[in-house]
């Protein structure tokens, strides 16, 4: 399955413990929507109506996917991901149907979350130069989030790097109601991400994780995913010319090799 269709999938796992640095945001959209998807009677009893839609805005590679992700995967709810600009970029009339599919997908596969990244290229907020493929999958989206009946069940979660750029109608209540901003991480944030991405290296004591979070002013969670990447492959390029392949590995050996603060 590429990313052009929505990907119903329950084994990419990602857990709460995988986000670092949005403590507050966690908390917020597992009320949100973990609560809903969980416990819909809570919500039916007291007579509260649980969102449908939840815009999380902010930067590129902050997380908004993986706390989408992560939600799903700790609620075992299914996952259906689509991708905006991909969804428009389809033949004539196939937007819709593919739209109205992954409803259908979704609610028969409830407890879901659909998860529509870059939401802006679907719903642009300037009619003037909207399209008409633009209009027609707007208003499908929006007659598609009013008819949702299991409320609670399905959850809609856009997010946008732009959210100035989102047509106003989608923010109405009943639709996408609530809105989260993702900001890319502090100092301390980025500590939290730091560890979350050297977890499962075997980096050595002269590792500054401190030194680290300090001097990646800037970056945002996807930058230290990448640089955490890199450093394992310069680890590897350079300790390769020590390993003496003429002999069978030894465990021994093997246990010297690690990841050294140079290598970041
Ligand atoms: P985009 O707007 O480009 O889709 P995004 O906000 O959805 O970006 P993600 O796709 O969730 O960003 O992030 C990409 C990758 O970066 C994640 O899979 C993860 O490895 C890492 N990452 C991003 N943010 C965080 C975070 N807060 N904690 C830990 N890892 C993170």
Redesign the pocket.
């Known amino acids: 399955v590429t990313k052009t269709d929505a990907s119903e999938d329950r084994s990419f796992r990602a857990s709460y413990e995988?986000?670092?640095?949005?403590d507050k945001e966690l908390q917020r959209i597992r009320e949100m929507v973990e609560l809903p998807l969980k416990y819909p009677e809570i919500f039916r009893q007291l007579g509260v109506e649980a969102p449908k839609g939840v815009l999380l805005y902010?930067?590129?590679?902050?997380?908004?996917?993986?706390?989408a992700r992560a939600v799903s995967s700790e609620t075992n709810a299914a996952f259906l991901h689509v991708n905006g600009p991909e969804i428009i970029n389809k033949f004539y009339g196939e937007s819709e149907a593919r739209i109205r599919e992954i409803f259908e997908t979704a609610q028969r596969r409830a407890p879901a979350i659909i998860f529509i990244?870059?939401i802006d290229a679907i719903a642009p907020k300037r009619t003037e130069v909207i399209g008409d493929v633009e209009k027609r999958v707007v208003a499908q989206l929006l007659a598609l989030m009013d008819g949702l009946k299991n409320r609670g069940q399905v959850v809609v979660i856009g997010?946008t790097?732009v959210p100035d750029m989102v047509d106003p109608a989608l923010r109405r209540p009943g639709r996408f109601d609530r809105e989260l901003s993702?900001n890319p991480?502090d100092r301390f944030?980025r500590l939290?991400?730091l560890k979350?991405?050297t977890r499962l290296m075997t980096i050595d004591s002269s590792v500054n994780i401190e030194k680290l979070a300090q001097m990646t002013h800037g970056f945002?969670?996807?930058d230290?995913?990448i640089l955490c990447k890199e450093a394992g492959m310069n680890a590897v390029r350079r300790l390769l010319p020590e390993i003496d392949f003429s002999e069978e590995l030894r465990e021994e050996d093997l246990a010297k090799l690690t990841i050294n603060m140079n290598d970041f």
């Open positions: 995988d986000v670092g640095g949005l902010g930067p590129p590679g902050t997380g908004k996917t993986l706390m990244d870059e997010a790097n993702i991480p944030g939290k991400i979350i991405h945002v969670g996807a230290i995913a």
